[in-house]
């Protein structure tokens, strides 16, 4: 690795560091109901939306209420989004005239944005209007990060009370997460990008005229060229902090006018893992023990940064099957040298490789380079990050969740081994909460190998594949791992825009949601009601380094053992004949 | 029922119009004050008529101009209005074929020039509309273009020197030379 390299990757983690503790502890004020600086401010418009909604901010929920407001809310948005998206040829904010969506592609976004994936079977320039971008995919990226969260916040709830029979308002933690984090980071964010070179205006795309002229595809000259504008950064700015993922054009974080400078790709990968780097915090914060928190993070750092080291090394070395044509493939001061096709010059190979593990560790989906054109173990690294069940900073809110998940099967296999009754947080683990956490463990997992099985016999299937060979197949799975777990990024040559896999990658988006998200609520009910115990000379000590490596070994133990043959077939298979 | 159906229709009409009317209509009013060039496109203008964004790349394959980097857009390169990547894997023979045809017209335009070419002016990039090229890339076409244009070769290099950005604060990303800005520079120098 270049010694540049080491440099960015290490500043990035230090201001990253920096912010996880003042972020964390304000997230922990919100989501206590404390009172907040900004509160003088956004605190009237909070009530006045609680008036109007007819919520009673002090009425908590039990889990079961708590998983029907959530689903309500959630398939209110999926309905308007789904017919802004069939409509919006008759509605307004349409500069480019673009026609209604097809059913099944309406249906596979609307999932998508809804379940925070923002899995992108279409082409954003060409396909959506500028009204249902702002109405629709923006609303959904706010709202979809703010449920992940709230699914987060009452899950901390649970383990931090007892004998209790609620677990927190939806509502409240919905409107609470809105107001006072999501849109102010997202102002902050969106202006700073405007300043690099982001779009956002209401205006149409503008036609200038080329220096030298080009030749099209009937053979004609092709003077002009059409510059795409839209109101990019507001969506932008939340599509990262969110780790939603979906971009405003086709080529997402790689388009020049969506992340136009080294300044703002740094500023956007600092945002995919802020907030679930900082939830660590809060979740210390919440459960009394700050301790807990940063062995959480420590753990998902020990994953995170091998994964990284692979597919820095890989992409750096560079494609095998060029060397011998006359290339210079060397990094160098004058050039970043490695594989460099379907990367951004202003990137170079630290800069792709690192936000390809963040955008798939945090399952944010957005990339600034094409994972498809990877080699084999440079795209391993992401496709299994996403496989390991999106717990490696993960989604803001369902990341950690997903992760609190692995401490509790990982202090259940620390009982089995010296024959104890395991306990997290003071708390029992019993039958109950194990079947939970399976439930969370199994269901995308299954859904990711079924799904695959299912595209690789079905002609429908095969159809979208653009790549000969493993890295075919590996096209598929990655497609699968991506929807089931709500990351969104792709090996993007696989033509997903078919009925087939708008309806199958659109099922595993919404059943890899909900069904983590309501086992995670109902062992948040459970856990809320039982006592705490206190810590005696056998309990293991959930915030020491033994624990940090034991449930970093869990997260990769599960994915491995689930994952290797798949990946066997795959990249790996692909990096032995290549 | 209707016990969640009121809030869950309530909260989506508001958040609608807080986070996807207000926020952006107020996010493009701020970045029209504040940044309108950035907001607009980064538009350059040459002879008082719009001529291209500073930050979207456009095609060139005449010997006289620096080219870019190889373009995957259909059905023509620099097509900024359908951004796209070619999505080829490292082992698709395709790749391969299409490399070995841009090193044969890289070849072909200047015979004389047999150092290895820098990797990034024969793979494509991934929004198919790169700005950029790398310094080594630039340098690597400084002959052809010096002959083409009939300009002694150390007056064509300090022009690349010239227009090359640095990392920013000297560590972030790479450094580049922006092609358009260069082509540009040069059709300026007579």
């Known amino acids: 690795m270049t010694s540049n390299g080491v440099i960015q990757i290490c500043v990035l983690f230090a201001v990253l560091l920096l912010l996880v503790k003042p972020l964390g502890s304000y997230m922990a004020r919100v989501y206590a109901g404390q009172t907040v600086l900004l509160g003088r401010i956004v605190g009237p418009l909070e009530r006045w939306i609680y008036r109007v909604c007819g919520v009673h901010p002090e009425g908590e929920m039990d889990w079961k209420d708590y ?432 009925v087939f896999y708008n309806l199958s990658l659109g099922l595993a988006m919404l059943i890899g949601r909900f069904w983590v998200m309501i086992p995670v609520l109902a062992m948040a009910g459970s856990l809320a009601g039982k006592k705490i115990i206190p810590s005696g000379p056998g309990t293991l000590p959930t915030h020491a380094p033994l624990f940090v490596v034991l449930l970093a070994g869990v997260v990769l133990l599960v994915g491995a053992l689930t994952f290797l043959p798949a990946l066997a077939l795959g990249p790996i298979a692909e990096f032995m004949v290549s | 029922m209707r016990h969640f159906i009121r809030p869950a229709v309530a909260l989506l009409f508001l958040l609608t119009l807080l986070t996807g009317v207000l926020y952006p209509l107020v996010i493009t009013g701020l970045a029209q004050v504040l940044f309108p060039h950035q907001a607009n496109g980064s538009l350059v203008v040459r002879d008082g008529r719009p001529a291209g964004s500073a930050l979207v790349g456009q095609a060139f394959d005449d010997s006289r101009y620096f080219w870019g980097r190889p373009s995957a857009t259909s059905p023509f390169p620099y097509n900024a209005a359908a951004s796209a990547a070619s999505n080829l894997g490292p082992s698709n023979p395709e790749l391969l074929k299409a490399v070995r045809e841009r090193i044969a017209a890289l070849h072909a335009a200047d015979p004389d020039n047999r150092q290895p070419v820098p990797v990034d002016l024969v793979t494509t990039s991934g929004s198919g509309l790169d700005p950029h090229i790398s310094p080594a890339a630039a340098l690597y076409q400084v002959p052809r273009v010096a002959k083409a244009r009939g300009l002694d070769e150390g007056v064509v290099r300090g022009l690349v020197l010239a227009h090359e950005r640095q990392r920013n604060f000297g560590f972030l990303g790479e450094p580049v030379v922006p092609v358009l800005e260069l082509n540009m520079a040069l059709e300026a120098l007579r």
């Open chain 1, 67 to 498: 998983a029907r407001s959530l689903l309500f809310f959630h398939a209110a948005g999926f309905l308007l989004l789904y017919l802004l998206q069939r409509c919006q040829a008759f509605l307004p904010f349409n500069p480019q005239s673009l026609t209604g969506v097809a059913p099944a592609l309406a249906f596979n976004t609307a999932v998508s944005f809804m379940t925070n994936t923002n899995w992108q079977a279409y082409a954003g320039e060409t396909t959506m209007s500028y009204m249902t971008q702002m109405l629709g995919l923006t609303v959904q990226n706010f709202a979809s990060a703010a449920s992940g969260m709230a699914v987060l916040a009452a899950f901390i709830r649970g383990l931090a009370r007892q004998q209790a029979a609620t677990i927190g308002n939806y509502w409240v933690d919905m409107v609470r997460t809105v107001l006072y984090i999501l849109l102010p980071l997202s102002i902050a964010l969106s202006i700073l990008l405007v300043s690099q070179g982001v779009v956002q205006t209401l205006a149409p795309a503008v036609h200038v005229t080329r220096l030298q002229s080009t030749v099209g595809g009937m053979e004609q000259a092709v003077a002009d060229q059409v510059i795409p504008r839209g109101p990019a950064a507001s969506q932008v700015a939340i599509k990262q902090i969110g780790t939603n993922g979906g971009g405003f054009f086709n080529a997402n974080s790689a388009h020049p006018l969506e992340n136009p400078t080294p300044i703002s790709n740094a500023l956007e990968l600092l945002a995919i893992l802020l907030l679930p780097a900082a939830l660590c915090y809060t979740f210390g914060k919440m459960v009394g023990d700050t301790r807990q928190g940063w062995a959480i993070f420590a753990a998902m750092l020990l994953v995170f940064i091998p994964l990284l080291m692979l597919c820095l090394w890989s992409e750096q070395a560079g494609n095998p099957a060029l060397t011998g044509l006359g290339i210079d493939q060397m990094p160098g001061e004058q050039q970043p040298g490695g594989n460099m096709e379907g990367k951004e010059a202003r990137f170079g190979i630290v800069n792709s490789a690192l936000w390809a593990v963040a955008t798939t560790a945090a399952s944010n989906g957005s990339v600034n380079a094409m994972h498809d054109s990877f080699t084999p173990l440079g795209g391993l690294a992401p496709l299994w990050l996403i496989q390991l069940g999106e717990v490696v900073f993960g989604g803001v809110g369902s990341g950690l969740y997903g992760m609190l998940v692995f401490a509790v099967i990982a202090v259940f296999v620390a009982g089995l081994m010296v024959g104890r009754t395991p306990e997290y947080l003071g708390k029992k683990i019993e039958a109950f909460e194990m079947k939970m956490a399976s439930l969370v463990i199994l269901i995308p997992a299954a859904l990711i190998l079924v799904g695959t099985a299912v595209a690789l016999i079905a002609k429908a299937g095969l159809a979208g594949i653009s790549n000969p060979g493993p890295h075919g197949f590996t096209e598929v799975l990655y497609a699968f791992s991506s929807a089931a777990n709500n990351n969104g990024s792709a090996f993007a040559g696989l033509s997903a825009d078919s």
